[in-house]
């Protein structure tokens, strides 16, 4: 059952237009995720739908009403900022319960509902607390809490986690997909923090520029990204890119080759190419591995050792950065030269409009 439609949306600054022409269904009880660089227009996109910004054309359906012109506060929906935007002076429980008393519920009803989204949210003992006793993940829990109560039909969530410290921010990921877990909840959230949309979404939303790139289950843009957009922001770290040239084009395959690359035969739609088309081949760090022959080749700049894995920073013979992933620790000499090969079938080529060129 689809939640919330958007149909053609367009959003526009005078001649500056941000959001252009985005479709987007997201069904009842998705963990939707819009992510993409700063400036690509997925915090605006929220804020149409929660209808603190105007839609200059096109169609928003929550439900089945209508929305464009509808306030925000009757739009079903409830909405959890970047900063906690608490009531210094109120107590969490008050803090919570702040919408619900002003829209006339009784003071039973209230205390019912507070109750039961701190218990939900583990925070029953705090209730009492003024914001200023609580920390970052605390006041982030309080926020959450009063969208609870207001039982909307979709939760919007504006880069919630942005302002806790990494170890924090892991937790508080857990935290959220339980609690989307728990309440079957349709919610859509925003953050610029690739690693983040990919554990907690069941769908991603790829925006740049004010266009979707993409949509689709986190694993399939990772394995099938549709252009080298997605490619590059999907994943960490990112996938490495090298200019090749189309050598010959096989039956299901095209053997490409480049400055930093001997020729490679890679799995591929051939349909259109020719020999001598320039194309882009992609290698994701976790696929290259060490050896002597290897068709790729670069020297190491920076050795990052993580315990688990190490993380070396190359540069090719001319100057493409090549980063390979090994899953163990070991340490290596700053200039040495190193050959890697890998998968054909886990690489990807793009022809020259950017596009993905899977085989058919």
């Known amino acids: 059952m689809t939640e919330l439609k958007i149909s053609k949306i367009r959003k526009s600054y005078g001649n500056l237009e ?18 993409g660089p700063s400036g690509c227009g997925k915090s605006t996109l929220l804020r149409m739908i929660a209808g603190l910004e105007d ?18 506060g009757d739009r079903g929906i409830a909405m959890v900022f970047q900063s906690y935007a608490l009531y210094p002076h109120m107590t969490v429980g008050d803090n919570i319960g702040f919408n619900l008393k002003i829209s006339g519920y009784s003071k039973e009803v209230r205390e019912q509902k507070i109750q039961s989204a701190a218990q939900v949210l583990q925070i029953e003992h705090l209730l009492k607390r003024k914001p200023s006793q609580l920390s970052g993940g605390q006041r982030q829990r ?88 997605v490619a590059g922001f999907i994943g960490s770290p990112k996938m490495n890119f090298f200019p090749v040239e189309v050598v010959k084009c096989l039956d299901g395959h095209l053997q490409v080759k480049g400055n930093s690359i001997e020729a490679v035969d890679i799995p591929a739609d051939i349909s259109g190419v020719s020999v001598g088309d320039s194309m882009t081949l992609g290698i994701r760090p976790q696929v290259l591995n060490f050896a002597p022959d290897g068709p790729v080749k670069g020297a190491i700049e920076m050795v990052e050792r993580l315990g688990s894995e190490t993380i070396l920073n190359c540069k090719t013979a001319d100057d493409t950065a090549l980063l ?29 409009d950017g596009t993905s060129r899977f085989p058919l």
């Not at 252009?20 to 069904?27: A, C, F, S, T």
């Not at 839609?55 to 925000?72: F, K, M, R, V, Y």
């Not at 959450?144 to 986690?161: C, K, N, S, T």
């Not at 937790?171 to 079957?184: C, D, F, I, P």
């Open 18 to 35: 941000v959001i252009k022409g985005v479709d987007l269904d997201v069904n009842k009880g998705e963990f939707v995720v819009f992510v």
């Open 55 to 72: 839609i200059t054309e096109g169609e928003l359906w929550i439900g089945d009403d209508l929305c464009n012109d509808i306030h925000p």
């Open 142 to 229: 309080v926020a959450i809490g009063r969208a609870i109560v207001r039982e909307p039909q979709v939760f919007l969530f504006d880069e919630p986690l942005s302002n806790l410290d990494a170890a924090l921010r892991v937790e508080m990921r857990m935290e959220l997909a339980e609690l989307h877990r728990k309440l079957g909840a349709t919610i859509i959230y925003v953050t610029h923090d690739q690693v983040e949309a990919m554990t907690l979404a069941d769908k991603i939303v790829v925006l740049d520029a004010g266009i979707v790139q993409q949509v689709g289950k986190p694993i399939d843009l990772y394995q099938r990204p549709s252009n080298l957009f």
């Open 324 to 352: 390979a992933v090994l899953d163990h620790d070991e340490d290596f000499d700053h200039g040495a030269g190193v050959r890697f090969s890998f998968d054909p079938a886990q690489a990807i080529l793009f022809g020259a």
